[in-house]
């Protein structure tokens, strides 16, 4: 809607075209909750009434449970560590320019250009050599390589609104590298360095073609676990899987949706309370803070 209060003659089809692709992407995982309630031991739409015994059967399943356990484990060791990477990396591309600069951001950015098949076949071959094959840390390792990327751009995204003279600034009034990393660099982009990290989990969680290549029984995740059943019957316990699945990586995606609308909100608001953060105070981008207090410490 314009100033004037007219509507524009073009949005509202674009908006009803937005709603049918939204609906589009949605529908097919809609269609697992009704199945995952069903009363026969097959898939089928509750036609014949509504039961939760496969929701009791897979929870007290102990495979099931294992899967569970070793999809938590993987994805929040990949979370860290693509976490960790991601972060240095953008860091570290950021203080530089140039050539060296774009083909270090190209080689980060190589996961998300070749195919999960090439990666997870490259990975195969070479967790077999290094003998992290079917272990809990090689697929750790394998996902947070998948998983890296995204944090990379998260965090690049942050820093390019971030004033370069600020380590400048740090650094003359004392700071070494480290305290500069961790007292200036990191709180600045925060919400980017936790975007990332969620993007990371979601992925791991999801994760099941690398999955698939570089484990063999030592390591099943709820994927792996939901592609072996698929493989040997379809049974109303993978649609009640899908849902607890969803369910997760739906969470977590309205976590990272709903963070900037927050901050938004406060910015807004900013100043206006008794506890509520100034405006400048919100906008760490434009301001340079070096804390010459902690880096003389620490000089």
């Not at 976490?83 to 998300?112: C, D, E, K, N, Q």
């Not at 008794?274 to 981008?285: D, V």
Request: glycine share 8%; proline share 8%; aromatic share 8%.
């Amino acid at each position: 809607m314009r100033a004037d209060g007219v509507v524009h003659p073009f949005r509202r089809p674009f908006a009803v075209l937005a709603a049918v692709l939204a609906l589009f992407l949605v529908a097919p995982l809609v269609v697992t909750a009704p199945v995952s309630v069903t009363t026969t031991r097959y898939v089928s739409m509750p036609t014949a009434g509504v039961s939760f015994g496969h929701y009791v059967r897979v929870f007290t399943d102990p495979a099931w449970l294992a899967a569970l356990r070793d999809s938590l484990v993987v994805a929040l060791g990949a979370t860290a560590l693509a976490t960790a990477l991601g972060a240095g990396g953008a860091i570290g591309v950021w203080r530089r320019s140039g050539p060296i600069a774009g083909a270090l951001r190209a080689v980060v950015l190589m996961p998300l250009i070749v195919p999960p098949v090439v990666t997870a076949l490259a990975l195969s071959r070479a967790w077999v050599k290094l003998g992290l094959f079917d272990t809990l840390a090689g697929v750790i390792l394998a996902h947070a390589i998948v998983a890296m990327p995204f944090v990379f751009l998260t965090v690049s995204a942050a820093l390019e609104g971030l004033d370069p003279r600020i380590e400048p600034a740090a650094r003359s009034l004392g700071a070494g590298p480290f305290t500069t990393v961790r007292r200036i660099l990191l709180p600045n982009v925060l919400p980017g360095l936790g975007a990332g990290a969620l993007f990371a989990f979601v992925i791991s969680w999801d994760e099941v073609t690398v999955t698939l290549f570089v484990s063999s029984r030592a390591v099943f995740t709820l994927p792996r676990k939901i592609w072996s059943e698929i493989r040997d019957n379809i049974d109303p316990a993978v649609a009640v899987v899908s849902v607890f699945t969803v369910a997760v990586a739906l969470a977590i995606g309205l976590a990272v949706v709903a963070r900037p609308s927050r901050a938004g909100g406060r910015r807004d608001r900013g100043g206006s309370g008794p506890s509520g953060p100034s405006a400048e105070a919100l906008r760490p981008q434009q301001t340079i803070r070096p804390a010459p207090c902690a880096a003389r410490r620490d000089a």
